[in-house]
């Protein structure tokens, strides 16, 4: 069972900086493809990054290319996104997602998330 749990969000400026982790309590975290997604007030939940199980493969949404870098450990069943040059725009609740398949736009295991504010 995966059980996901997110943290380090928080009120940043804009051109700033915010690591985000995404802890699993299970034991399985190796086997997945881990994803970051995140929703703005009023918007649909978007895609944010992905990583394969064993880190060797990344995949970022235009919006974050060259400001985020997506990593994991798996020796302490964690994931990180690293966000820098954050803008008013990234602001959202940002949730971490599990999926058994690389690659995969459908994740199967989701935390609760954490808010992301990046003030202007």
């Known amino acids: 069972q995966v059980q996901l749990v997110e943290s380090g969000g928080g009120l940043v400026q804009a051109g700033g900086s915010l690591r985000l982790s995404c802890t699993d309590s299970g034991r399985t975290f190796s086997r997945y493809a881990m994803a970051w997604f995140r929703q703005a007030p009023g918007k649909e939940r978007e895609f944010v990054a992905a990583?394969?199980?064993?880190?060797?493969?990344?995949d970022y949404a235009d919006s974050v290319k060259g400001r985020f870098i997506i990593s994991r450990d798996n020796a302490k069943n964690t994931m990180f996104l690293h966000m820098n040059s954050l803008k008013p725009e990234d602001t959202g609740v940002y949730s971490c997602?599990?999926?058994?398949?690389?690659?995969?736009?459908?994740?199967?295991?989701w935390g609760q998330g954490t808010q992301v504010t990046v003030s202007s």
């Open positions: 990583i394969r199980w064993n880190g060797n493969n990344t």
């Open positions: 997602a599990a999926s058994p398949f690389w690659p995969s736009r459908t994740y199967h295991y």
